[in-house]
């Protein structure tokens, strides 16, 4: 049965604290874990906490990590994670960004030392909310994608993410991973035995598989967006590469393609790129507001090819997602369910999902 959202959220928390992450900290990452489920995107909810569990036992993120600046001006901050998940430092960062941007226009703030850190669109949409347009990436932890045309796994999915305040108050959310699906949409297939679809994954030898343990467990990758040349996959792999250059390059944090990346004695120490613009810098924030309004409902209104499927724009699918889920509850595939379920009892956090 869906769990409540409430519920969803405190069983995430739950374990988060009993692996000993501080209650803020906790707090703060299980907010955007069930922000993510809620919202639609099941790749990086509680689908990760397998993952960051094994993070965990191998010493390789730590649980009690605080994030702290190292270096800073009126409108840039560099942040050191400490070796911990992602989750806290990218929230502190953004935020950071957000008040600096409020007086200065414009700010940046990059993260390096640091794991994975959810959905990207989390982030942005702190700064839609408020008033701002925000801007996010990060490199990846796995190496999982060939670059266009390569037989040899570079890169990671490697998101990105814009969002805009709208006078409307559904804000423009882009959230994207720069393959052409996120890389927990393929672990989602795996733990439920499913096949992927045409167009997410090559084996080994660079061809087309529907095995969803193919780019894990068996040489093959992901495909960048557009999943292959003729589809103009060097677009996907331009903005992977772009990314990599605001979260690494930017940050200081190991690049994906250093033989070092797997090697860090602590966390991944995979780099985030948080930008935050004032629409004031240009003209009235409310007259901005208004036009993003008016442009979005513009695209919605476009003669549909189904009429039984309206046009959308970005965020739209989220927020339809959270209205339904806070109704009727978060699912969670039996597979996933028993995993969490291990990982709960193995730590003696409570289990508050039945």
């Known amino acids: 049965m869906p769990a409540p959202y409430a519920t969803h959220r405190a069983q995430i928390k739950a374990i988060l604290q009993s692996w000993g992450m501080p209650d803020d900290n906790a707090e703060i990452t299980a907010d955007i874990l069930s922000w993510a489920d809620l919202h639609g995107v099941d790749s990086h909810g509680m689908s990760m906490i397998p993952g960051y569990d094994g993070l965990r036992r191998s010493g390789r993120a730590k649980m009690d990590a605080r994030p702290k600046i190292v270096r800073e001006s009126p409108v840039s901050a560099l942040v050191d994670a400490g070796g911990g998940l992602g989750h806290v430092p990218s929230h502190?960062?953004?935020?950071?960004?957000?008040e600096k941007a409020k007086k200065t226009g414009m700010a940046i703030a990059a993260v390096n030392n640091s794991a994975h850190f959810g959905a990207?669109?989390?982030?942005t949409l702190m700064a839609a909310k408020a008033g701002l347009i925000g801007m996010a990436g990060t490199s990846a932890s796995g190496i999982q994608v060939a670059p266009t045309g390569g037989k040899q796994a570079r890169l990671g999915?490697?998101?990105?993410?814009?969002?805009?305040?709208?006078?409307?108050?559904?804000?423009?959310?882009?959230?994207?991973?720069?393959?052409t699906v996120a890389a927990g949409r393929i672990r989602n297939k795996a733990n439920e035995g499913l096949p992927t679809p045409d167009g997410w994954v090559l084996d080994s030898e660079g061809q087309?598989?529907?095995?969803?343990?193919?780019?894990?467990?068996?040489?093959?990758?992901?495909?960048?967006?557009?999943?292959?040349?003729?589809?103009?996959?060097?677009?996907?792999?331009?903005?992977?590469a772009m990314v990599n250059i605001?979260?690494?390059?930017?940050?200081?944090?190991?690049?994906?393609?250093d033989p070092m990346h797997t090697k860090k004695p602590q966390g991944m120490d995979i780099g985030h790129f948080f930008?935050?613009?004032d629409p004031g810098l240009f003209r009235d924030n409310d007259d901005f507001e208004k036009d993003v309004a008016q442009f979005c409902g513009d695209l919605r209104a476009t003669?549909?090819?189904?009429?039984?499927?309206?046009?959308?724009?970005a965020g739209d699918p989220q927020w339809a997602y959270a209205k339904a889920r806070m109704e009727n509850g978060i699912p969670v595939g039996p597979g996933l369910l028993q995993q969490v379920r291990q990982i709960a009892q193995a730590s003696a956090a409570a289990w508050l999902l039945d």
């Open 92 to 98: 502190f960062a953004m935020s950071v960004a957000i």
């Open 120 to 123: 990207t669109g989390y982030y």
């Open 157 to 179: 999915t490697d998101p990105w993410s814009f969002a805009a305040p709208s006078a409307d108050g559904v804000p423009f959310l882009l959230d994207m991973a720069t393959t």
């Open 208 to 240: 087309p598989s529907n095995d969803p343990l193919v780019a894990k467990e068996k040489g093959g990758f992901l495909t960048s967006l557009g999943g292959s040349p003729e589809n103009s996959a060097y677009k996907g792999y331009g903005l992977s």
């Open 246 to 257: 605001l979260g690494s390059c930017l940050s200081g944090a190991t690049l994906i393609t």
């Open 275 to 277: 930008m935050a613009i």
């Open 303 to 313: 003669t549909p090819i189904d009429p039984a499927k309206p046009v959308m724009v």
